[in-house]
């Protein structure tokens, strides 16, 4: 008899999950997000994606979010809400989702409590990264305009200079990795973001994973507990 080997990833087609990646700018989210999306056939919703193609198609969204994001600022609650509860609406969202850069306030996390269901397994998975590593990672980071792969000029560059290894797309550095914008977004990171950890962890769904390691350990951590927990 043929054993034909499934390239699916291990899930049955009830299955649901939401998860949240959360951590400082520069950690690893985007990355790992793309990654276990894939695995696990969810939608990867990344506030600060969805507020980029705002900004480049200049819709009122774009406009309202421009001036905060270049400054290292959060985007006020209410923009950010009506944004990603439109997207949470979408059918692709009914089997789950991977939620990268929301909650960023205790505030959205409360709204997002009271949208979110409640029978589908819910996990917060935190990525501890130092913050000299942060600045590091950040001001390396390349990203493709047309496909998004994320790159790193000094671990992880393109093969061509500027040219996306995987759609030959223009390969560009973010205008808020700027240096000063990055430790801006990293105090904004500790005041605002950085008490969730607590918030998430007295309700008991939050695990922290050691960001500082090469992302395909990480990326291995981070899969085998949710693996564990489907
Ligand atoms: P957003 O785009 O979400 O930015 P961020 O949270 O600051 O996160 P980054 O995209 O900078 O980093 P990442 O953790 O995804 O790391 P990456 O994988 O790219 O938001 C941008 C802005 O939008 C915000 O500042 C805010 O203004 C606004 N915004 C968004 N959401 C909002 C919200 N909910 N509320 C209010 N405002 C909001 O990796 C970084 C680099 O490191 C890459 O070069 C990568 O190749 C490299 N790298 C990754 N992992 C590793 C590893 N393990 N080892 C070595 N290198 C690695």
Redesign the pocket.
């Known amino acids: 008899m043929i054993m034909l080997q499934s390239t699916k990833p291990i899930i049955s087609p009830q299955a649901a999950l939401a998860l949240i990646l959360l951590?400082?700018?520069?950690?690893?989210?985007?990355?790992?997000?793309k990654r276990l999306a894939h695995a696990y056939q969810v939608p990867h919703i990344?506030?600060?994606?969805l507020?980029?193609e705002h900004m480049s198609k200049e819709t009122s969204i774009g406009m309202r979010?421009k001036a905060?994001?270049q400054a290292?600022?959060?985007?006020p609650?209410e923009v950010?809400m009506d944004m990603?509860f439109d997207r949470l609406e979408h059918p692709d969202c009914l089997r789950g989702y991977l939620l990268?850069?929301?909650?960023?306030?205790v505030a959205?996390a409360d709204q997002l409590g009271k949208k979110r269901d409640l029978k589908m397994p819910f996990l917060v998975l935190c990525?501890d990264v130092v913050d000299d590593v942060i600045v590091q990672?950040?001001s390396?980071?390349?990203?493709c305009k047309q496909c998004g792969v994320?790159?790193?000029r000094d671990?992880?560059p393109p093969v061509h200079p500027g040219v996306c290894d995987k759609c030959g797309g223009e390969v560009y550095r973010?205008h808020?990795?700027a240096p000063e914008v990055v430790l801006e977004?990293l105090k904004?990171?500790h005041e605002q973001t950085r008490p969730l950890i607590e918030y998430y962890r007295k309700q008991e769904v939050l695990t922290s994973f050691d960001?500082?390691?090469?992302?395909d350990v990480?990326y291995s951590e981070l899969k085998r507990y949710i693996d564990n927990h489907l």
């Open positions: 951590g400082p700018p520069g950690s690893g989210k985007g990355t790992q997000s990344s506030t600060g994606d507020f980029r979010a905060f994001i290292g600022k959060l985007v609650d950010v990603l990268d850069g929301f909650p960023r306030t959205q990525l990672r950040a390396g980071r390349l990203v994320i790159y790193n671990f992880s973010r808020d990795d977004r904004v990171y960001g500082n390691q090469p992302p990480v």
